[in-house]
């Protein structure tokens, strides 16, 4: 056996790849990566721009329309200006997104792949935790999760990772499944290699695609998720703020004062939007259906 017969049949870097051009000819995604960047850019850059910090109270402001005293979105109950509280909860609420991104995937991965390379009685275990967590309504989970902890964004990112990495393991040990007994594992098992190595360092990245598809859609859930606890008043608490708990302050003033709640609702409305055009288009671009396009 040459040394050739033990070369996976790895893909190219996503930047120079078919996959990529695919992506970037598609164009809910290319319209996604413009809301997800402008909001992020917004959220990041939009306070320094600001005359006025999250902070800042001028009672004699109190409900300001949008566009009045260069409050562009308004002003809440306090006076303080509604964008630079929009966009700093969009800092936290974007950071505990990402964050359970990189924690359900990383979770997701390693048991998706452990399952679906050692298979019989592993697997079934691994699949039947998988199934306990998935047999039970993410969001009463949540709310029973958030009773018991102290709300906060780090504490917010570990509950919503606690029922987000279900999916990603279900996706990875089906990708798995498919590749182990293909001739650069065998031959990789004929070399001596560890089930270590062959797991992390031939399968796993063999298996990038559908991680990747899944880890963007998992962004757009957990901003979702960690919106709707703290609307109901289990998630992030003031005077920090996030999208869900500017929702929620903003239920009593309905009609008066309606921006309120509108202008958080849109960011939340982009942000999931924007998540979800980019992992189709993901989705799209590593479909080994249109590899030979």
Not at 45 to 68: H, K, M, Q
Not at 88 to 109: D, L, N, Y
Not at 205 to 220: E, M, R, W
Not at 239 to 262: C, F, T, V
């Amino acid at each position: 056996m040459t040394a050739a017969t033990t070369t996976p049949p790895v893909r190219q870097p996503f930047i120079k790849s078919r996959a990529l051009r695919r992506f970037l000819s598609h164009k809910l995604a290319m319209i996604g990566l413009f809301m997800v960047l402008g909001l992020t850019f917004a959220c990041f850059v939009g306070p320094y721009l600001l005359p006025y910090d999250e902070l800042y109270i001028d009672l004699r402001a109190r409900f300001a329309p949008p566009g009045t005293g260069g409050h562009i979105f308004g002003t809440d109950p306090l006076g303080r200006d509604l964008a630079a509280r929009l966009f700093h909860a969009g800092q936290i609420s974007m950071a505990v997104g990402f964050a359970v991104m990189v924690i359900a995937t990383t979770v997701g991965s390693v048991v998706g792949v452990v399952s679906g390379y050692y298979g019989g009685k592993i697997s079934a275990v691994l699949m039947r935790v998988v199934d306990a967590f998935l047999s039970f309504p993410s969001v009463f989970l949540l709310l029973a999760l958030a009773a018991f902890i102290q709300p906060g964004p780090v504490m917010i990112a570990v509950i919503i990772s606690a029922t987000s990495w279900m999916e990603v393991a279900r996706i990875v040990e089906a990708e798995v499944k498919s590749l182990r007994n293909q001739d650069f594992v065998q031959a990789a098992h004929m070399l001596g290699l560890s089930g270590r190595w062959i797991m992390f360092r031939e399968l796993l990245p063999n298996a990038i695609g559908p991680i990747i598809v899944a880890a963007s859609l998992t962004v757009a859930r957990a901003i979702l998720l960690e919106a709707y606890i703290s609307f109901l008043g289990y998630g992030i608490q003031p005077p920090l703020p996030s999208w869900g708990n500017l929702l929620n302050g903003a239920q009593q003033y309905l009609g008066s004062a309606p921006w309120l709640a509108i202008v958080p609702g849109l960011a939340i409305t982009i942000a999931v939007t924007g998540f979800n055009f980019i992992g189709d288009g993901l989705r799209d671009a590593f479909d080994s259906r249109a590899q030979g396009q």
